[in-house]
Nanobody, 119 residues
Framework: QVQLVESGGGLVQAGGSLRLSCTAS????????MGWFRQAPGKEREFVAG????????YYSDSVKGRFTISRDNAKNTLYLQMNSLKPEDTAVYYC????????????WGQGAQVTVSS
């Protein structure tokens, strides 16, 4: 079982930056691929960024590539999402998720963190 808790959301002006954190409980964090997703009002949840076990491989959606950076600290059981050059269309609830064993199934989800970007 993995429990995930996001933090670091808030209100920021367009062009600003925020860093989200996701702290995981349990021993499976370092054996899990991790991801960030987001859901804007009236839209479906979408993938934002993913990272493999060791952090050596990362991947991003086209909409955030070059602006967002995903990273992890396995010693602290923490996942991060550094968000720069934020745009109003980045406004959403952001969720971290765990894929135990890296099999392509995100089985555990956090409660979400609101990010609001004003124009």
């Amino acid at each position: 079982q993995v429990q995930l808790v996001e933090s670091g959301g808030g209100l920021v002006q367009a062009g600003g930056s925020l860093r989200l954190s996701c702290t995981a409980s349990g021993r499976t964090f370092r054996n899990s691929a991790m991801g960030w997703f987001r859901q804007a009002p009236g839209k479906e949840r979408e993938f934002v960024a993913g990272i493999k076990f060791s952090g050596g491989s990362t991947y991003y959606s086209d909409s955030v590539k070059g602006r967002f950076t995903i990273s992890r600290d396995n010693a602290k059981n923490t996942l991060y999402l550094q968000m720069n050059s934020l745009k109003p269309e980045d406004t959403a609830v952001y969720y971290c998720a765990a894929d135990p064993g890296g099999v392509g199934s995100y089985d555990y989800w956090g409660q979400g963190a609101q990010v609001t970007v004003s124009s």
